[in-house]
Nanobody, 123 residues
Framework: QVQLVESGGGLVQAGGSLRLSCAAS????????MGWFRQAPGKEREFVAA????????RYAESVKGRFTVSRDNAKNTVYLQMNRLKPEDTAVYYC????????????????WGQGTQVTVSS
């Protein structure tokens, strides 16, 4: 079992930045690939970014490529999502998730999920 807790969300103006954190506890964090997803009101949950267990491979949604950066610190059992040049359409609840397979984009591939953190970008 892996427990995930996100933090760092909030209200920011368009063009601003936020850094989300996801702290993990439970089974060996470094054994899991980690992903970030988001869900806006009335929309389905969508993939944002993912990182391999060792951090050597990352993957991004086209909509965030070049603006968001995913990273992890296995010594701290934490994965991060640095979000720059935020846009109003980035407004959503952001979730981190863990899976034992790899850098996956499908939510169904992830075994463990956090409770989410709200990000609101004002225009």
């Amino acid at each position: 079992q892996v427990q995930l807790v996100e933090s760092g969300g909030g209200l920011v103006q368009a063009g601003g930045s936020l850094r989300l954190s996801c702290a993990a506890s439970g089974r060996t964090f470094s054994s899991y690939a980690m992903g970030w997803f988001r869900q806006a009101p009335g929309k389905e949950r969508e993939f944002v970014a993912a990182i391999s267990w060792g951090g050597g491979r990352t993957r991004y949604a086209e909509s965030v490529k070049g603006r968001f950066t995913v990273s992890r610190d296995n010594a701290k059992n934490t994965v991060y999502l640095q979000m720059n040049r935020l846009k109003p359409e980035d407004t959503a609840v952001y979730y981190c998730a863990a899976n034992g397979a790899g850098v996956e984009v499908a939510a169904r591939e992830y075994d463990y999920w956090g409770q989410g953190t709200q990000v609101t970008v004002s225009s």
